[in-house]
C-alpha cells in the first residue's frame, strides 16, 4: 500500500478535470484538493481500480464524485445508470447525492437517491425517467435489483464508501448479491476508515489490481502541543452558527482563528457573526495581498477578535495574541487538524482547540483521537440557563471591580435619597439589573437541542430523549451476545426510516436484546421497516416491547 507524502500545495486544474467541474468547484470555493483527492482522482480518471483508507471527514466524496462527473459524455445519455454508488446510511446517501448535484451542475448530471424511508413509488419513477448515477444503501438497492428497476448491464463504475460500516452494519451478503449483477468489466472503487481483512477479502474478490492509497498521518502526540486543551461539541449543521456564538460568549477568547472549508463558508460565518455582535474579519484566498494585509492589521490591532479563514489563507499566520482554535468545518485530514491546532499554545503560551462536530463525523473525531494519542472531551452546549448565569458572573465581576476601585463618591447622593424612599438592598437589585441590562440584552430564548445520538455512547445507555410527544419502546431481538452496540441500532434504524438520531431515545442493550425508545407516532413504521434487515450481520424480531 502506497501512502501519500506530506500534502503538495495542488490545484484542481493540475488534476486533468474537465471545465465544467473546475467552474463549479471554484463557485463552490474550493481552493485546493485534500490528500486523498490529489491521490485517487488521477488514478480513477485514467480508469483504475482504487482501495483508498481514509478517515470519514476527509474529502473521499469529492475524490470519487468528480473521476464519475468526468466521465459523463456530452451528448445524448442512455436511461440506466452508468455508475452506483453504495453508501451505509440515508444521511450518506442524500449527502453523495447533494455533493453530485453541486459539481455536476453545468454537466446536467442526473442523480437518483435510493434508501429506505422514502416512498418508493418516487424512486420508481425518477429511475424510470432516466439516470446517470444512483446513490444506494445495500438494502434498498437490493430491493430495486429484486424488482427489476434498477438496471446494472450500462454500469462503469461502482464506488464502495464507507465500506467497513457497511459491514459492520450486517450488508455483507447484500453487497455480493449486488456486485454479482454488475458488468465484469466495470471499474470498482472502495473507500474505508479501515482495511480489516474482511474488507481486503472483497477488494481481492472484486477488484482488478487495485491501486491501494493510504493517506499518511502524523503518527505522535508531539505535534499536538500538550499546551492545548483540546474539546468538542456536537451540534446539527443548521445550530452550528448559534452554537459557535454561545461558545465564544462563555469562552471570552482574546482572539480567536475560526476555520472554514470553503471560501462561501467564510463569508456566510463572517456576517453572521457581526451580526451577532462580534468583531469578526474573513481570511481566505480570494482576496487580494492588500485586502489580507488590512485584516491582519485590524486583527493585531485588536479592533477585530475572531478571524474566520480557510486553510490556505491560514497558512504562515502566527498572530502572538491568539488563544483560540475553532474547527466550524471538521478538518479534512488529522494533519490538517494538527496544523490548525498547532496554531495556539506556542512560546510557552496555553490555548484552546475547539471543534464542533456534526454527528455524521464522529468517526473522524475518534480517529484524530486514536492518531494523535489526545483525547477530545464532548462537552455540551452552553444553555440558555449557562449563558445568563455567565452573563450575570460578568456583571458580578465588574461591580467588585468598581466597588473596589474608590471612585463612587460622586453617586452618593443618589443611594442616599433613593435609602429615604426604599430598602437599600432593593437600591442595589435595581442597580445590578440596570448594570446587567447595559452589558446587552439577553437574546438567546431557545435551548440548542442535542444533536450526538448514538454516535458518542457512553457504556450501554444513551441518556437522550426524543423531542416531544410520547415514546413507545421496541424490543429488538439481538443484544451483547451479537456484538451489537448503541451506533449499530441506531444506524439501522435511521438507515430504514426517516428518523435521526435525535428522534431516538434511551437504548438499553442487555444480553440477548436491546430496548430502543422510538416516537408512538413512529413505532408501527420503524417495526415494519426494520423487518429483514440485518444487525450485526443478523436478522432481528422487531416488536413493540411486552409487558
Known sequence: MTETPAHRPTTFADLGLRPELISALTALGYEEPTPIQEAAIPLMVDGRD??????????KTAAFALPILQRLGSGERGRHPM??????????????????????RDLGVRVVPIYGGQPIGRQLRALDAGVDVVVATPGRAVDHIGRKTLHLADLEVVVLDEADEMLDMGFAEDLEAILAETPARRQTVLFSATLPARIDAIGRRHLHQPERIRIAEPTTADEVTPLVRHFAYVLARAHKATGLGRVLDVEAPAAALVFCRTREGVDSLTETLNGRGYRAEALHGGMSQEQRDRVMGRLRAGTA????????AARGLDIEQLSHVVNFDMPASVESYVHRMGRVGRAGRAGVAITLVEPREHRMLKNIERVTKRRISIHKVPTVADLRAHRLDLTRAALRESILGDDLDGYRVVVESLAD??????????????????????????DIPDA?????????????????GNTARLYIGVGRDSGVRPQDLVGAITGETHLSGRDLGSIQINQRFSLVEVPEAQADEVIQA?????????KATVRRERF
Open 50 to 59: 482504487v482501495m483508498g483508507q481514509a478517515a470519514t471527514g476527509t474529502g
Open 83 to 104: 455508475a452506483l454508488i453504495l453508501v451505509p446510511t440515508r444521511e450518506l446517501a442524500m449527502q453523495v447525492s447533494q455533493a453530485l448535484h453541486r459539481y455536476g
Open 305 to 312: 477578535d475572531l478571524l474566520v479563514a480557510t486553510d490556505v
Open 421 to 446: 424612599e426604599f430598602d437599600v438592598m432593593e437600591v442595589a437589585l435595581a442597580a445590578v439589573k440596570l448594570a446587567h441590562a447595559s452589558a446587552g440584552p439577553d437574546e438567546d430564548d431557545e
Open 452 to 468: 450526538s445520538g448514538g454516535a458518542f455512547p457512553a457504556g450501554d445507555r444513551r441518556t437522550s430523549r426524543p423531542s416531544s
Open 530 to 538: 426494520m423487518r429483514g434487515v440485518k444487525i450485526r450481520g443478523q
